[in-house]
């Protein structure tokens, strides 16, 4: 998988790090950003070797959102190239949002409009008490479309009505209690709280890391309560518990030894 100037991907035994790497526009999306953040998290996705991905920002900042040159030329497009234009976007953030993978956000600086969506997209997300959030695209008189699914499961509809609506930002303490960040630490603690989140992480089943998040998107989609939504359920844990690595699970429990998909960071069992 070639890799693109403005990001850099590095390998630390089955762990992957994305890095945005415009950090001189506090590492703003434009269309070769975008196109290629969704063409590496497709790459991820296939590597049997990867069992999780960091995605961060290099620089002062996580993502400032969207590139003033973008959006310059955005303006000139017409309705057809505009719609092409953000479907790109739902296309990347929705490939990262679906990635078998565990993503982990590790976020720093700002992380602002599309910057806010992309830690959204992640499972997990880890900021630095200095972190600054906002879904500021009113104030350019547009609306926080594309990012609004992602945004609106983390932290919920009526949070979104008063972020969506004023523009305004938010620190990293207030991410946090509305749900948009799991975790907030200073700055000099971030490598060692991914790193802890890493290792959890690595002690879970890949595959069973998988199909849950595929479970959180059945029963999210599916009416609540219903016949139906049993059936699901009961379908996936029924699959787990037959399935080689559910077996090598119990086994491992029983035998009081580790199973044989659990790793270290450094790639040794």
């Known amino acids: ?14 762990i992957a790090t ?3 790497n415009r950090p001189e526009v506090f590492n703003a999306f434009d269309e070769q950003m975008i196109d290629a ?16 991905i960091v995605l961060q920002g290099a620089g002062k900042h996580f993502s400032a959102g969207a590139d003033v040159a973008w959006m310059r030329r955005a303006a000139a497009y017409g309705e057809a190239e505009n719609r092409a234009d953000a ?27 599309g910057g806010t969506g992309l830690v959204a997209a992640c499972d997990i997300a880890i900021a630095s008490e200095g972190a600054v959030f906002g879904t500021t695209e009113v104030r350019l008189g547009l609306a926080a479309a594309v990012i609004s ?3 609106l499961r983390a932290i919920g509809p009526r949070q ?8 305004e930002r938010i620190d990293a303490a207030r991410a946090r209690t509305i749900g948009l960040v799991h975790e907030v630490v200073p700055e000099a603690e971030l490598d060692r709280s991914v790193g802890r989140v890493l290792d959890d992480l690595l002690a879970g089943g890949p595959e ?26 009961v379908a996936v844990i029924a699959a787990r518990r037959a399935s080689p690595e559910g077996k090598e699970g119990l086994a491992a429990f029983l035998d009081k030894r580790p199973p044989a998909w659990r790793i270290a960071r450094g790639g040794s069992t």
């Not at 998988?1 to 089955?14: F, K, T």
């Open 1 to 14: 998988m070639s890799e693109p100037a403005c990001l850099a991907v590095h390998r630390d035994g089955p």
């Open 18 to 20: 994305v890095t945005m």
């Open 37 to 52: 953040l969704r063409e590496t998290f497709a790459g991820l996705a296939e590597a049997p070797s990867v069992r999780a």
């Open 87 to 113: 479907r790109r976007l739902a296309l990347m953030l929705k490939t990262i949002d679906e990635c078998p993978k565990p993503v982990v956000a590790r976020v720093h600086g700002a992380a602002l409009g």
């Open 149 to 151: 699914p992602f945004v």
């Open 160 to 167: 979104a009505r008063r972020l969506f609506l004023t523009g």
């Open 208 to 233: 069973a890391q998988a199909a849950s998040k595929e479970l959180i998107r059945t029963v999210l989609a599916m009416p609540q309560g219903g016949s139906i939504l049993t059936e699901a359920t």
